[in-house]
């Protein structure tokens, strides 16, 4: 009964009652300005790490709602963020997406998603239309459109962009090391003994693409093995590449005893030509992805994969892009490619090679 008095009654009073929660009953409860609460709100405030717990449990408490178009208003801002994917239902991107939104939404920003369908043109449009909008900052998730392009729209707004190492005012750049993770998961299947290893390429105008093809082709002259551009196949990154991309590598009777796929949409359709080719996995053939989207795991078998992170890409995406908005030099990097071993592959049976 002895806290009646206090702010946290008043606050419960007045949530029951209907009435309005105000910034300064938010920052009456967890002892500070409101001032401060408003900064840690708009995510231009840098502090401890107790203070900001203090405000999220008077919030929490309090039942206090922001009112975006004011908190925009009155910082020159309207807290949104805008977000160039390349395909919303994308298994890879759309924990990018979310990792994104998770990020922004604690910093009190909302995430706007619009689809690029991997054509400069058609993002050049997204980002006229997100402007439009009057995002306070772009994050392009990969994509087509050139560097200059991107580097003039930095010029105006704050821009980070995944899948590339430019360097432009205004602009971050956020890269994965696409060659490396390529190199790993042929290596390991070097190192199981297999020499007849297929390609499944990815859309080779992609940078992804590109990269991935010169791991698996720098892999092999490690091992002193000739690039064979037959073991070859395109794909472009979905499952019905793949499933294409392994019906054509039968049919043109090339021997192999191992497939990779530059990434898990199109080892997924792999697995699946195999298999009506009445071709195991890995007892016939050792099959290996890239991305470890979280289906790999439940795959049958379970995918081998190079593990990119790719919640942690958005996360990252997100962070740098708040810190862009309070006019901090970002410094993140992601963590480097890491194979995962599953039960897809297999060490080389002899007898069992095609």
């Not at 994308?90 to 939104?101: D, K, T, V």
């Not at 009190?108 to 439009?132: K, M, N």
């Not at 992601?334 to 060490?347: A, D, I, K």
Request: positive net charge.
């Amino acid at each position: 009964m002895g806290e009646g008095g206090t702010g946290q009654g008043k606050g419960r009073r007045s949530a029951r009652s209907g009435g309005r929660v105000t910034l300064d009953m938010v920052a009456e409860a967890a002892g500070v300005s409101a001032a401060s609460v408003s900064r840690i709100l708009n995510g231009t405030a840098i502090v401890s790490g107790e203070k900001r717990a203090a405000v999220d449990e008077a919030i929490a408490r309090l039942g206090y709602v922001p009112n975006p178009v004011a908190r925009g208003l009155a910082g020159g801002r309207t807290l949104s963020i805008g977000v160039v994917t390349q395909a919303i239902d994308s298994p890879f991107y759309g924990g990018a997406l979310r990792g994104i939104e998770d990020t922004v939404s604690a910093a009190g920003y909302s995430p706007l998603f619009v689809s690029g369908q991997w054509s400069a043109a058609h993002e050049a449009r997204c980002i006229d239309t997100l402007r439009s909008r009057r995002v306070d900052g772009v994050i392009v998730l990969t994509g087509r459109m050139a560097d200059a392009a991107l580097a003039a729209v930095a010029l105006e707004l704050p821009v980070v962009v995944t899948g590339r190492t430019m360097k432009a005012p205004g602009l971050v750049a956020l890269d994965f090391d696409n060659f490396e993770g390529a190199r790993l998961a042929t290596q390991h299947l070097l190192n199981l003994g297999h020499r007849r290893i297929a390609f499944i390429s990815g859309d080779l105008k992609h940078p992804d693409g590109k990269e991935r093809l010169r791991g698996y082709r720098a892999a092999l002259k490690a091992a002193g093995l000739g690039y064979e551009p037959a073991l070859v196949m395109p794909g472009n990154f979905t499952e019905a590449s793949g499933l294409t991309a392994v019906e054509r590598l039968i049919d043109s009777r090339e021997a192999f005893t191992a497939i990779f796929a530059a990434n898990d949409q199109m080892a997924f359709g792999a697995g699946l030509g195999l298999h009506r080719r009445k071709l195991r996995v890995p007892h016939d053939v050792s099959l290996v992805g890239f991305d470890d989207v979280a289906s790999s795991v439940y795959s049958i078998p379970p995918l081998t994969t190079v593990h990119h992170p790719v919640y942690e890409l958005g996360q990252m995406s997100a962070q740098a892009m708040l810190q862009l908005l309070v006019g901090e030099l970002p410094t993140l990097a992601l963590p480097p490619p890491r194979l995962v071993v599953r039960e897809s592959t297999r060490e080389l049976q002899v007898l069992r090679k095609r």
